[in-house]
């Protein structure tokens, strides 16, 4: 049973324009969503987080939105660079307050010159 | 430098073998986990622990085996029950629940 989903296993955009990378939970407990940039071989470097308190949150080109009501989060990169190229994982917390961090699949974004 | 550590980078096992991974922190992290990827696949959650001396299965904890005895350390075991052991592990740490996860450098598996 997957918890989190990303159902687009890649995405492919022009440097300069917006990523939009999606992300679906089925877990109403869930309080708290992160999201990670991974290159192979490496582990995980954290991006951004959002609190279920709030539907939006900012830091530089990178913006995370939460709908609860759909349970649906996204995370939008404006502008893509060519550096922003690797697979993108998002993943939830708060599910009865037991620290479990449950993650995604990933989307692999391909950020073209 | 505060972080977290994986060793060995490579790791080869012959079938049949247990094998033990090490994670340590020096970050002061009350919380520790081990994921597993494979390709197409994330990262799938295998044990993880929120403080010394305890520790929970995650999703797929079958054939492995953990101790939580430093706040430091959370090694894992891999032990011959698990059949297709051949995979990337990560290892994480977290201060708390609304927090971000700290994430070694990883061990890449192999069963030869």
């Known amino acids: 049973d997957q918890q989190v989903k990303q159902n687009s296993p890649s995405l492919s955009v022009q440097e300069g324009r917006i990523s939009i990378l999606n992300c679906d939970y089925t877990?109403?407990?869930?309080?708290?969503f992160l999201w990670y940039k991974k290159y192979p071989a490496e582990g995980p470097t954290f991006l951004i987080s959002?609190?279920?308190?709030?539907d939006k949150n900012e830091d530089g080109r990178f913006t995370v939105f939460l709908n609860k009501s759909a349970k649906h989060l996204s995370l939008h990169i404006v502008p893509s660079q060519p550096g922003d190229s690797a697979v993108y994982f998002c993943?939830?917390?708060?599910?009865?307050?037991?620290?479990?961090?449950?993650f995604g699949q990933g989307t692999t974004l391909q950020v073209k010159p | 430098d505060g972080g977290i550590t994986q060793s060995p980078k490579y790791l080869f096992r012959k079938e049949g073998q247990n094998v033990t991974l090490s994670c340590e922190q020096n970050?002061?992290?009350?919380?520790m986990y081990w994921y597993r990827q494979d390709p197409g696949q994330g990262l799938r959650l295998i044990y993880y622990?929120?403080?010394?001396?305890?520790?929970q299965k995650g999703d797929i904890a079958e054939g492995y085996s953990v101790s939580r005895e430093k706040k430091e350390s959370f090694p894992l075991t891999v032990t011959s029950a698990q059949k297709n052991p051949t995979a990337f592990y990560l290892c994480?740490?977290?201060?708390?629940?609304?927090?971000?996860?700290?994430f070694g450098q990883g061990t890449r598996l192999t069963v030869v």
């Open positions: 959002i609190s279920s308190i709030k």
């Open positions: 622990s929120q403080i010394v001396n305890d520790f």
């Open positions: 993943a939830a917390d708060g599910s009865g307050n037991t620290g479990k961090l449950i």
């Open positions: 970050l002061n992290h009350d919380a």
């Open positions: 877990n109403s407990m869930f309080d708290y």
């Open positions: 994480a740490s977290r201060a708390g629940q609304v927090a971000e996860a700290f």
